[in-house]
C-alpha cells in the first residue's frame, strides 16, 4: 500500500539524543494558578513525563473578545515546560468556540436533523462547514501559529480535538450548500445523482440541485443512498476543515508535523479514519482510546489499537488520550484495578503506539470532567494512581528501544470497512439487531482465544501478504474489491466471510440474481431470502455451535464447494450454514450466522490448518496471552500480554527480558495481567 501519510513522528529524545517513546497528558494550565504550573512541572519530571497536548480548550482564554488577545501565560507555560525538559503538542485551541462567538454569530451552530440549535453551554458547539465559523477559526490558528512558530518546547501541532466527537453530523443550512457542492463533484449530472439514489423510488426525483437537502426528520425512512452519502459528506467535510487548519500551520511552520487526535474506540463511527489518514490529513496518526468495561473490554483495546496501527500503514503512531483510571461519561465509571494503567498504556505500545499520553495532567476541580481520573488525582502525588503513572515513566523509558520500530504482519488479518459499517447498519434492512464493529469484534476475540495473532486492516491495505483474510459483513462491495477479493483468493489466499457480505455495491443497491451478489461467484454459493432471527432466537448447527441474529437459505452451486457445517434446528434445518470452496491453491469460505466468539473459536481451527496458520505461542499460553511483535532491523520485540487474572507459564519462550515480572530462572511465568517485553535478535 502507498499513503500519502508522512509520519513525522515528533520523538522525544534521550540524553544522548536517542529516541524514547512519549509518554505524557492533556496538560489545562488555565485552570490553575502559577504556583500550581511550578509543581506540575516538577512531578511531570518525576513521573517521566516528555511531552503534554496544551491549550486543547483555552479558546476563551486566548481570545477573550474579537478584538483582544491574551498569549502572556501561555507564553510563560511554553517557556517553564520548555524548561523542564518536556515537549508540547500545541492545540490550534479551535475546539470550543467562546460565548463571544457565539452570540455574535449564532448561525454557526450546529442543527439537528429535527431543526434544534445545538446551543454552546458545553464544547465543540460548531458546524464544521461554517464559513464564519472558519475565518475565526483559522484567524486564531494563524495566531498561534505565528507567535510559537521557533518555540523551542513546539515538537507538534494538535489541531482542534477529536473531530467529529459531538459534531459529524450537521443539519443546518451551510450543511445542505456544502452537502450539494459535494454531491455536484461526486455525480456531475442529476441523472447520475437521480440513478445512485434510486429516486424513481417514492417520486423522489430531483430536477434541480437547489432540491437536495440532508436527511432530516422525515415521514419515513429518508432514502438510503442519501443516507449513505450524507454520512460520506459529513466525514469528508471535517477531514476538509482539518486540512484547512492543517494547511494554515503548514504554511508557517512546515517543519512541525501536524495531528489531530481520531477515536479508534467502540461504536465511534462518523470519521472514515481510513480516508483521513490515507488521503494524507495528517502527519502522524494519532488516537484516543477509552475503556469500557465489559467482558471483551480489553480485546476491544487490542483490536482499536490493532486498526490505528493499520491507519498508520504500520508505522509508530500516538496513543493522545487515555485513562488513568475512571472516566466520566459511562452510566458507571469504574476505577482501574491496580496493574491496568500500566497493562493498557502497554498493550496499545505492543500495537505501534510510540507515544502514550492521558486525559489529563491534573484532575480538574470544577467542571463537567471534574470526576474524571488523571496522572494527578484529587488527592494529590501521595496516592497510587500517581505512583503507578510514574512507574509507567519508567517502564517506558526503558523500552526506548522498541520507539521507531514497526509492527511485524501477522498471518491473518481481519478486515474493517467504514463504508460497509455505515451501509450495513442503516435502517429498513432485513434486522435492526445487526452489530457491524461487534461482528468483526467477535472474529477478532477467537483468534485472541486460539492464540492467533492478526492484523486489523482496511480495505486500503494490501491483502497479498495474509494468508487468511476475515472480511465480517462486507456488505458494500463494489466492482473493483469483488475483483480485489476474488484475485487474492484465487490467487492462493483463504478469504473467510459472513452473512450480509457482498450485497450491495457502492451506491446501495443489490446486486441482483441472488446473493451475496458480488461474491457469489467466488463462494459458489447462492442466497434466495435472508433469515434474520429474533432477539431470543437461535440456530444449531450440526457443529455443536449456535447462530443467533442471521441466517441464510443458501443453495450452492459449484461442485467445488464443501459444506463445513448445516444447520440442525430452525428454518434451514439441514441446509448449509458454513461452506468452503477451494480456488486454485486458495479458498472462499462463508460463515451465514452470527456465532459469536466461542463460537467462532472452534471454526477457526479449522479454517485456519486449511491455509497452515498455527499459533505461535506455546500450548499453555494459547487464548491467555496476547502476543504483538514489533522489530527493528535486527530485533524482534515480542510483546507478551497476561488476558487473565492468573499466571500463565511460557514454555519455550525465551530472550532478553526488557519488562515484566517473569522471573529470569527458567521458565517464563507471566504474573497475572501482566505485560512482559522480549528483545530477540533476528538472527535467532
Ligand atoms: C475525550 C476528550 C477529552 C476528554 C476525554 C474524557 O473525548 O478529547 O477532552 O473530554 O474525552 O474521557
Redesign the pocket.
Known sequence: MTTPLTSRFPYAKGPDGSRRLGYGA?YNPEQWTREVWEEDVRLMREAGVNVVSLA?FSWARLQPTADTWDFGWLDEVMDLLHAGGIGVDLATATASPPPWLTTAHPEILPVTASGETVWPGARQHWRPTSPVFRAHALRLVREMATRYAGHPALVAWHVN??LG?HNIHDYSDDAARAFRAWLRARYTTLDGLNHAWGTAFWSQRYSDWEQLLPPRLAASHPNPTQQLDFKRFSSHALKEYLCAERDVLREITPDVPVTT?F?VMGGTKGMDYADWAGSGAVDFVAN?H?VVPGPQDRDELSFSANLTSALADHRPWFLM?H?TSA???QPVNLAKRPGDLARDSLLHVAHGADAVCF?QWRQSAAGA?KY?SAMVPHAGPDSEVFRAAAGLGRTLSVLAPVAGTVREPARVAVLFDWESWWASEQDSHPTSLLDYRQEALDWYSALLAVGVRADIITTRTGLETYDVVIAPVLHMVPATLAKDLTRYAEGGGHLVTTYFSGVVDENDHIWLGGHPGALRELLGIRVEEFGPLLGDDSADLDNSTTGTVWTDRITVTEPDVRVLARYRTGAYAGRPAVTRRTTGSGSATYVSTRLGRAGLASLLPELLTAAGVESELPEAARGRVELAVRRSADARFLFLVNRTDAPVPLPGVRGEVLTGDVGTEGELVLPPREIAVLRRPLTT
Open positions: 492533556d486543547i480535538n477529536e466527537c487526535n477515536m484516543d477509552y488520550e485513562s472516566v466520566n461519561w486525559f470532567e474524571h
